[in-house]
């Protein structure tokens, strides 16, 4: 599906982004769009600024200019766990899940920005808070049967498969009910086998929550296959934007990865 | 010569079908026990029941639905899905209206998928997911006859674009109250011998072929089972066999109306294992390739355990064999109770089968090994013998089993059929007389092999009934070879239940028609015999001592004897040797993966099966061994020929 850039409002935008640390410059005059129903990738060599224009997305690092603008409103200057109470949702390279939990408590566990009730509360287990867990738990159950890990509901996430446990992350990723997913390297340390499954699980998200992606990665089989939009770094600057198929044919990122002047 | 013709022991069960379809006891169902839990599924991590008068109204809007749709009776309606509450209710439905259902395996290629569509007719399939959705689309152009498919689950299918395709909830269609009138006088229409279902067989060689099931037939399959195994009302019933096998059809389907039982579908395919803990079933059916990953399910736990569990575990399913073998008569009855609370509940809690009363295996042979193995578990599990034409034959009746045989006769609906009648013809074969399928889909010419009701059903297997009328299967008829005399025996049946006994490796049985009686080449087991000759003091230097001892012999003759025991006189084996010189695959007189290659054997042991027939006491022979340096050495011995008393 290719998202119909021009009649869409954005959901985020970086606009102008620029990223100093000491004299290096990270990201100049980065912007990007990203629009509803859209996969879109971040690509580019090593050192471009792929996961610094990441981190500026979701709050990690605040860019000296630019704007980060989500569904119209700039939140430059929001910290990240505000972001994510606001929608905006990361996974990170590697795995933060909780090991010594099952896969369906982690999976709870992505819900605390939704629960409403308090520790009193939850010392009573009255009324409101049963209520509100049995209807985290209904949830979360609807995310276990999406992400295909009914047979380990009750497994304990340690002891899982790296493929498995980065599914479980992706599961409290979706707990947190965001309006925008943003994903760093998903697809590392993956066999082709998991990466296979994961690559059909983010189209999912995509198709089935309705939830757009941006997401940086490295292999770019994954990349082409799966993207709607693919931007270009190199050196910290925009080179090109475009389906996968304009992308590839494009002459300045062939020299960026290839290393021509 | 007169055939003893066995039939099969009634029962008194009045919980017959007389002359009613599966609707018709369905409409009866709902009517009689609306408020009852019919089917139960794990959805979302949850076991969520559905009552009869729940099911009933959605039959009845999907059997609307495809009548609008425009299925009439005599139509095909194909099911490609795991087992489901929607496989169960959507059959149901299109029985409703008269039309007749198929039921593929979800694991089938789309190749396989095309023919059966093709062949049965399908004018609606419903397939559970993306992945049956893409394999019917792939051949949508190739059948013609199909008009519409559905699917139950939505996921990845969102984009698919295609004028055929729709969601399953598309197809219901709320009743009004003409509706109503016109579903229950469709209902009434139909006779109990029309043709409800076609199973496909799996063919080794050639095509499947589409066997008809009707509605008695189903039905009168469902009381066998209900007679033999004494199915309570509301009995938990695990379906887990695919439908498309007939054994399903007439548990999880026919039997779960008549008793009624409460079928429970897991969650998936791979969740079977716990869910069956949660479920805790009275009943099911597995086949033995399923009864043997539940055993190295458990193997694979103990290999984790620490050594006093293990200890322990190893003694109580030694007590609990014990207790088995010796039939309540040794010290193990003594021990078994403890056994029982320390290790063997528990292995019954995890195998889910804590609460099973009567549990079955089906479908081809259970090793004698595992079978015992469940039993020590205390495991009521029983076998289960019959065909997709013949239907269900023999199985354990409760508390009668031995896994030796396939049980006895099941008994008919007597409102359908009088006890079945069984008996073995001049060429060993199993005849029967009972109400079969229906035919072959458009094949008359291989519904005729299989003979007539009046003549007896030709079933193509070697059997033996044995003195308490129990089934043994000896063999596929085709497999079985025959002596001079012109007495026929069961090679494979002999040298499989040789190898049971843990003294002997391999066994090759010998006796054509050149021959006048059966013999046995043997190979002891050299770790087992070794392990026998220290524990009785008896000194040996090579293994060609070793396979001579008095001893080990005596040990061999007596494993050969209880083999003797199972099979009828002339097919016994008479004599027997122990050969001096373990089969090497080095020799190339095994395969790499440890089959016989007999002509090579017959050939290098070409003496000593002269000397078996010959009757001589023993065999001087002389055999090559070949070093793994390439030398090759001559060896000559003296081979002690044994005979058999009561052969």
Redesign the interface.
């Known amino acids: ?1 290719l998202a119909p850039a021009t009649v869409t409002e954005p959901i985020l935008e970086a606009k102008g982004l620029g990223l100093r640390f000491g004299a290096v410059d990270a990201l100049k005059d980065v912007s990007i769009t990203v629009v509803p129903g859209e996969i879109h990738a971040i690509i580019g060599p090593n050192g471009a600024g792929k996961s610094s224009l990441l981190n500026c997305l979701s709050g990690f690092y605040r860019p000296q200019v630019g704007a980060v603008v989500f569904n119209g409103a700039n939140i430059r200057n929001m910290r990240p766990h505000r972001r994510a109470a606001i929608g905006v949702a990361r996974t990170f390279q590697g795995i933060q899940t909780y090991p010594g939990m099952t896969a ?1 408590e982690n999976i709870l566990t992505g819900f605390h920005n939704q629960m409403r009730t308090g520790l009193f509360d939850a010392l009573l287990y009255w009324g409101r808070t049963r209520r509100e867990e049995e209807v985290f738990a ?1 949830k979360a ?2 995310i ?2 999406f992400l ?1 890990l ?2 380990l ?2 497994a304990v996430v340690g002891a899982l498969s790296y493929g498995m446990r980065k599914r479980v992350d992706l599961g409290r990723a979706i707990a947190l009910d965001p309006k925008i997913l943003i994903m760093d390297e998903p697809m590392a340390g993956m066999n082709p086998e998991e990466k296979g499954d994961l690559a ?1 699980f983010i189209l ?1 998200i995509r ?2 929550r309705k939830i757009p992606i941006v997401l940086v990665e490295h292999d770019m089989e994954v990349v082409m296959d799966i993207s709607d939009t693919v931007t270009v770094l190199d050196f910290g600057r925009v080179i090109a934007v475009g389906t996968p198929a304009q992308v590839r044919a494009n002459e300045a990122v062939v020299a960026a990865y290839l290393g021509v002047a | 010569m007169s055939t003893q013709v066995y039939r099969a022991m009634p029962v008194d069960d009045a919980r017959t079908s007389r002359g009613r379809t599966l609707p018709q006891i369905f409409r009866d169902r709902a009517r009689e026990n609306g408020d009852d839990v019919a089917i139960r599924s794990k ?4 076991w969520r029941g559905r009552t009869w008068a729940e099911v009933n109204a959605s039959v009845r809007r999907y059997a609307l639905g495809l009548a609008a749709a425009g299925i009439e009776r005599g139509d095909v309606v194909a099911i490609i899905a795991e087992n489901c509450e929607e496989q169960f209710i959507l059959q149901l439905a299109a029985l409703c209206v008269g039309a007749r259902t198929v039921c593929a395996y979800p694991d089938s290629i789309a190749d396989e998928i095309g023919f059966l569509l093709d062949h049965a007719e399908a004018a609606i399939a419903v397939a559970q997911d993306q992945e049956q959705i893409d394999k019917v689309l792939s051949l949508a152009s190739r059948l013609p006859k199909l008009r519409r498919t559905f699917y139950i689950e939505p ?2 299918l ?2 698919y674009d295609s004028s055929l395709l729709a969601p399953l909830t598309a197809l219901e269609k709320q009743p009004d109250e003409a509706d109503e009138r016109w579903l229950d006088a469709a209902i009434d229409a139909a006779a109990q011998s029309d043709i409800a279902v076609y199973c496909y067989t799996s063919g080794t060689t050639g095509r499947p072929k589409g066997a008809m099931l009707s509605h008695a037939f189903i039905l009168d399959n469902a009381y066998r089972l209900m007679g033999t195994l004494a199915v309570e009302p509301g009995a938990r019933y695990l379906s887990y066999i695919s439908p498309a096998w007939a054994a399903e059809q007439f548990y999880g389907f026919g039997l779960a109306l008549l008793a009624p039982m409460l079928v429970h579908y897991a ?2 395919p ?2 079977v294992q ?1 869910d069956l803990r949660e479920v805790g079933p009275e009943f099911l059916m597995f086949t033995p390739r399923q009864w043997e990953m539940l055993a190295s399910g458990i193997d694979a736990r103990m290999m984790d355990a620490d050594r006093f569990r293990w200890a322990l575990y190893a003694w109580a399913l030694r007590v609990g064999s014990e207790r088995l073998a010796s039939k309540g008569q040794s010290v193990a009855r003594f021990l078994h109770p403890l056994a029982d609370l320390l290790v063997l509940r528990g292995v019954r809690n995890l195998l889910g089968l804590s609460r099973a009363r009567a549990v079955l295996s089906g479908g081809s042979g259970l090793s004698a090994e595992l079978f015992n193995r469940f039993h020590a578990f205390g495991v009521p599990l029983g076998n289960l013998y019959g065909s997709t034409e013949m239907g269900l034959v023999s199985a354990h009746r409760r508390g009668v089993t031995d896994s030796g045989t396939m049980g006895a006769l099941m008994p008919s609906d007597p409102t359908i059929a009088g006890p079945m009648e069984a008996w073995i013809d001049p060429r060993g074969q199993l005849r029967l007389r009972l109400p079969a399928f229906s035919g072959y889909l458009k094949n008359d010419a291989a519904t005729a092999e299989l003979g007539t009701r009046e003549h007896g059903y030709e079933t193509g297997d070697a059997v033996r009934v044995d003195h308490r009328g129990q089934l043994v299967f000896l063999d596929r008829l085709k497999d079985m070879r025959k002596l001079a005399s012109g007495q026929s025996y069961p090679p494979q049946f002999i040298e499989n239940h040789l190898r049971a006994s843990s003294m002997i490796r391999d066994a090759i049985v010998i006796g054509d028609e050149g021959h006048a009686f059966v013999t046995a080449l043997i190979n002891v087991d050299s770790e087992i015999a070794g392990r026998f000759a220290e524990l009785h003091g008896l000194a040996y230097g090579t293994f060609t001592e070793l396979s001579q001892l008095p001893a080990i012999r005596a040990e061999v003759s007596r494993a050969v004897d209880q083999v003797n025991g199972l099979l009828d006189r002339g097919a016994r084996i008479r004599s027997f040797a122990t050969l001096p010189k373990e089969l090497d695959a080095d020799e190339a007189e095994l395969t790499r993966s440890r089959k016989l290659r007999r002509e090579l054997i017959h050939e290098r042991y070409a003496d000593l099966i002269e000397s078996l027939y010959r009757g001589d006491p023993h065999c001087d022979t002389t055999i090559q061994v070949k070093y793994q340096d390439g030398s090759v050495n001559t060896m000559r011995t003296q081979v002690a020929i044994n005979r058999l008393e009561h052969a």
Request: glycine share 6%; no cysteine.
């Open positions: 599906m369906r209904a159950e609807e276990i049967e295909e009914e047979e509901r009750h059909r999912d198709d089935a | 959805r979302f991590g949850v996921r990845g969102w984009h969650e998936k791979e969740t716990s």
